[in-house]
């Protein structure tokens, strides 16, 4: 008996391993191990809690010219090429996505992130890391790929993975090696975004980028406080962009700490030209991304840019958005405090607006903050926001901080303002940015007329 249900457990045993394997092949690729056509398909089709609003997106992704490296080096090194391939993909994978092998050279990927700029990215790091060549045995096997994208929310799975696929097809038949949307208007969108980043590139080689200067008033007496420094790129294509689209731009595509660095310098080139004539300025405030603040090389490329034009420390500020101060680290906290010990100022800009709370001005070296526009336009109609100007105003007084509202644009925001004790005003009421070649003949003939409107 026992000999007979050991043999009848061993053959149960058997069978369910070989219905497993069998399982295993119709819903996994062989070869890689990744899922197959059939995963793909229940992946998409199973039913979800949130089905109306899941708009995935597909990348339809082929491996160009492998049938020529079959004939060139045969089959086993192809093989070995393409699970090389496959890897780099698979590190290439962000949480929650999902690969499949659908024939032998095609693989669809699916994400959930359907934000256009992170799309463009993963696309262009899938292609980038296979652009570089495999090593098999002895041999340097290049390979690349092409992928075409699909993402329209409501459309079915036959949809998606046509569209991609006819992306895909556009892409191979011109050479291969690059991605393309199906979606036209995302395909608008990414080609200007890749004009832009190659013309943002360009301007800043070519030092195109200007800076235009926005005077800082003390409400009390009418002087100057300072200027703030804001950056101008007029693209001979793409006409005058403003900063609140080349800025993140720049922040996504690696520009930004060129950028900061062009304006922390030009800033201090012109602070010292502007000194040799004579003109008193007391402070330039520069804005500064907080991704700059990721390299360990700000603090010096700010004493160079210091030392090379003889400016004090004291004569700038730097701003950094409240929104943007949420990331701190040690290393991080320790640049801003290389900074302040230079001298530099710190203000934190669009105060308000971040959420950032009290704690920044406690556990940052923070010397100035600057209200939000968006407070300076509404206080005159709500209560509520004036309430926050005089509560904000208080803060500073009682963190020693200097205090500058900004986007004043008429003589009653003025008169609040003043009247809630704001140190510094900066608007277009007193000034619209000036090109700095403005600011010499604006220093002498309109500055002193400010004086006399302050005692009113
Ligand atoms: P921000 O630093 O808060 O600069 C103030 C913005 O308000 C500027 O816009 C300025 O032109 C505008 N402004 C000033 N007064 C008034 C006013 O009375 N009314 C209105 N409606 N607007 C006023 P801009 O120059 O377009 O800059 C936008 C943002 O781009 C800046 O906001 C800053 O965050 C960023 N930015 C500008 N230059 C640079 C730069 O060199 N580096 C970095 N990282 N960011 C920059
Ligand atoms: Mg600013
Ligand atoms: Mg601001």
């Known amino acids: 008996m026992a000999d007979i249900s050991q043999h009848l457990a061993a053959l149960a045993l058997e069978q369910e391993n070989s219905r497993q394997r069998i399982e295993h092949l119709i819903m996994f690729d062989p070869l890689t191990g990744l899922p197959n056509r059939n995963s793909l398909h229940d992946y998409l ?35 070995h090429a393409l699970l090389k391939v496959v890897n780099r993909i698979c590190n290439r994978l962000r949480p929650g996505q999902f690969l499949s092998r659908t024939d032998s050279t095609k693989f669809v990927l699916v994400s959930d992130d359907n934000n256009v700029d992170s799309i463009i990215q993963q696309a262009e790091e899938l292609r980038a890391a296979v652009a570089l060549p495999v090593q ?23 949809y998606l993975l046509s569209t991609a696929h006819y992306a895909m097809d556009y892409i191979r038949k ?74 993140p731009l720049a922040e996504e595509v690696g520009e930004i700490e060129n950028i900061g660095q062009w304006v922390f310098r030009e800033a201090c080139r012109q602070l010292a030209e502007w000194n040799s004539m004579s003109l008193a300025i007391p402070t330039i405030s520069v804005n500064l991304s907080a991704l700059h603040f990721r390299s360990n090389q700000l603090p010096d490329q700010v004493s160079h840019a210091l ?13 950094i958005t409240e929104s943007m101060m949420m990331e701190q680290n040690e290393e991080i ?91 510094v005003i900066q608007g277009y009421f007193y000034s619209k940015p000036l090109p700095a070649d403005q600011i010499p003949e604006w220093y002498r003939a309109v500055l002193p007329g400010y004086a006399d409107l302050s005692g009113e």
């Open 45 to 79: 089709d199973q039913p979800r809690a949130n089905a109306e609003h899941w708009a995935p997106v597909l990348f339809l992704i082929n491996v160009d010219h492998f049938y020529d490296v079959i004939d060139s080096h045969g089959y086993a090194e192809a093989e």
């Open 333 to 423: 906290i320790g640049r801003i405090q290389r900074l302040r010990d230079m001298g530099v100022g710190l203000s934190i800009d669009d105060f308000g607006t971040g959420f950032s709370g009290l704690s920044k001005l406690v556990t940052l070296p923070v010397t100035e903050i600057k209200i939000d526009r968006s407070f300076v336009a509404q206080s005159l109609k709500e209560e509520r926001i004036r309430f926050l100007l005089e509560s904000i105003t208080r803060i500073g007084q009682s963190f020693n901080l200097n205090v500058v509202a900004e986007g004043v644009e008429n003589k009653e925001q003025l008169q609040l303002l003043r009247k809630l004790r704001c140190p």
């Open 174 to 247: 011109t050479g291969g090696n690059g991605w393309q949307f199906f979606n036209q208007e995302m395909n608008r969108k990414a080609t200007e975004r890749q004009q832009m980043s190659a013309a943002l590139k360009r301007a800043i080689t070519d030092n195109r980028l200007r800076l235009v200067y926005q005077p800082q008033i003390l409400a009390d007496s009418g002087a100057l406080y300072g200027f703030e420094a804001l950056l101008r790129w007029n693209d001979p294509v793409h006409g005058e962009v403003p900063p609140s689209r080349f800025i």
């Open 307 to 319: 030392e090379a034009f003889a400016i004090k420390g004291e004569q700038i500020i730097v701003e």
């Open 136 to 158: 098999v045995n002895d041999a340097e096997i290049a390979l690349s790929l092409s992928i075409g994208i699909s993402h329209e929310a409501g459309k079915h799975r036959d």
